[in-house]
């Protein structure tokens, strides 16, 4: 597992750019075995429980990925992706900033 934080300005509305993330993002996530955990009008929160059981806590496989949407004025928005998840995961989500 590997923390990250990917951080990304996008030139449409958050209610566009959470949509699009949900749409986008969301579905990969899911198509990866990750589920929905929360969400809200500013956020969405994806949680996927590892196949492994690990006998220190802080050692589990579980991962977690949050996206949260701030209004940037002129019709952009600031997403940022953070969480702990496989490398190949993490890798992909760096890639949003360029």
Not at 12 to 20: E, G, N
Not at 36 to 63: M, Q
Not at 86 to 94: K, L, N, T, Y
Request: net charge positive.
């Amino acid at each position: 597992m590997r923390d990250f934080r990917t951080e990304v300005i996008v030139p449409r509305s958050v209610a566009d750019t959470r949509a699009l993330a949900l749409e986008k993002l969301g579905s990969s996530l899911e198509d990866s075995g990750y589920e929905r955990a929360e969400e809200s009008a500013t956020a969405l929160t994806y949680h996927r429980k590892s196949a492994f059981w690990w006998p220190v806590n802080r050692l589990s496989g579980d991962s977690t990925i949050r996206m949260t949407f701030e209004d940037q004025g002129g019709g952009r928005t600031r997403m940022v992706v953070a969480g702990n998840a496989p490398r190949s995961i993490a890798r992909e989500f760096g890639k949003l900033e360029g």
